[in-house]
């Protein structure tokens, strides 16, 4: 053990945070295919862990004995273990006044430290170690002492000034949620939200609609508006109205009150028998939805601006508009937390070889989609504490009901990725196909990103665990012409959903921003500043800069060719 065991657990934590980070879209989309619990939080890993150790005997005596030492410091109270800042489990003031509380969360830390430390010390390589970082977390995270109604100081002044009635609440949550599918606890109150009435609430019309996709264009804010539209390309793992929450929260609107003409891609949700839809498809889909808002106002170039897997996509479109001549048809890219560089050790290698990768396609084939609730089931078991044991203690030991909050309702409103397009995810992924020019053909042309010298915005998150914003700023280094990176200080949907603070107010978000982009993300984050507030407003002037001069707006939205055919949010969305 380290003669500084704060340290040392400190460290121990980072790796954990660390690698269930690198588990990103590529991991979610072979794992939910499986259509059984994610592998990574299978068993199998632990046997290779202790195989190792019985190698080094030396090495298990010398952690036990560490145990046994700081477990005596802590029964002592001169243990100095704390849990990592932000830790939203032992927020309750009880765990760090009260001394058996103090103590029961010391000891869980070291006990912590040392299956991570017996981890490392198994010397299995670090694939194996990987996965087992991640099982040996998740059970973990599970035995948390807040887990438990007997460990946990709030539940237990719930207990007393409720006379338990939480607990009788609790039971009738549990026996609820046990007979809803996905058996697992409720994480929002879906009777407080409407699609099109307090979501995806911002005025518009259906001015195109295909097979894969409708067009909306948002109804002006303004009495004149910017000449060069802008054109928003929706993830396909979920609905698109990330990008126009309720109002005050929305995107689109934000965006729309500038002054910018707004128009957004709806993803039809797949059925089987749009299991063919795949890359070319999607690409082709975003071509023709440029093609309709470059024809209704009458401009040549278009200012693409996509999200996660739809980054993916409008990355491949743009490729093939390189390689045939046409990139003056967009007039800008912007990527939002979107990793096409996957060459980060432990995204897709650690956790998904081909074998697995091979059966995921073939399941996702035999059915024609990859089911959206076996995905949503992934990425809860990629964030337990956030997403399953949060709600455990909330829904089950307080009695309380789950929040009605709309991400969360976003977040389950679930779709399906037609089985082309998720072939065509995992082939990218196991290729790292986008890093190596011409090795990825999109609409029959081949893909180099460096010959893509648009103007290009990327925007990551700093504790984003689906696109690591490692991944993200190399996948920003592929590209030609001047780049601009911001990493947030958020999360993966967070970094989206980053509202400016009222005109006053203090705001909690911040973001660090570089033009001129250094060779490693390590130096990104040494030298670039650090600025208060949220990127929105960085990314408004960027634009706005791009955008030309300023014109009446429009009276009517669509044209002859592009009629408007109905109300935003259109019925694609409302699919289920």
Known sequence: MSENPTTEINQSRIRRTSQAARSGLDVMLSEAASGGPPRFIAPGSAVKVGAGLARHPGRVVGRAAGLTAELARTAAGRSELAPAKGDRRF??????????????????????????????????????ERRARLAAGNVLDALAPTNFAWSNPTVIKEVVDTGGGNLVRGARHLVHDLNTPTRMPATVDTSKFEVGGNLAASPGSVVLRTDVFELIQYQPATDQVRDVPLVLVPPTINKFYVLDLAPGRSMIEHYVAQGQQVFAILWRNPEQEQGHFDLDTYAQAVAEARDAVASITAQSGVHLAAACSGGIITAG????????????????????????????????????????????????????????????????????????????????????????????????????????????????????????????????????????????????????????????????????????????????????????????????????????????????????????????????????????????????????TYKAQGRAPGTYVLAN
């Open 91 to 128: 927020a309750d003031p009880a765990w760090e006044r009260n001394w058996l509380f103090r103590r029961l969360l010391q000891g869980y830390l070291a006990i912590g430290e040392t299956v991570d430390g017996l981890i490392a010390d198994a010397d299995v390589g670090w694939r194996a």
């Open 317 to 560: 479109l743009l490729g093939h508009l390189a390689a045939a001549g046409e990139l003056d048809r967009v007039a800008s890219l912007t990527l939002m937390v979107c990793a096409l560089d996957n060459d980060t050790e432990g995204t897709m290698a650690a956790l998904t070889t081909r074998d697995v990768a091979a059966a995921a396609v073939a399941e996702s084939a035999r059915r024609g989609y990859l089911d959206g609730k076996a995905l949503e089931g992934v990425f809860t078991w990629l964030r337990p504490n956030d997403l399953v044991w949060n709600y455990f203690v909330n829904n089950y030991l307080l009695g309380k009901e789950p929040p009605a909050f709309d991400i969360l309702y976003w977040n389950q409103d679930t779709v399906r990725l037609a089985a082309g397009l998720h072939r065509d995810f995992i082939n990218i992924g196991l290729d790292n196909a986008f890093a190596h020019p011409g090795a990825l053909e999109v609409i029959g042309e081949p893909v180099d990103l460096g010959a893509v010298d648009v103007d290009t915005y990327f925007i990551a998150g700093a504790n984003d665990h689906i696109v690591p914003w490692e991944s993200a700023y190399k996948s920003a280094l592929l590209f030609g012409g001047d780049r601009r990176f911001v990493l947030s200080r958020s999360g993966h949907i967070q970094a989206l959903v980053n509202l400016p603070g009222r005109e006053g107010a203090e705001s909690r978000s911040s973001f660090r921003v570089a033009d001129e982009l250094p060779a490693t993300p390590e130096e990104f984050a040494a030298q670039a500043p650090q600025l208060p507030g949220s990127w929105w407003g960085d990314w408004g002037a960027w634009l706005a800069e791009r955008s030309g001069a300023l014109r009446p707006a429009p009276e009517r939205l669509g044209n002859q």
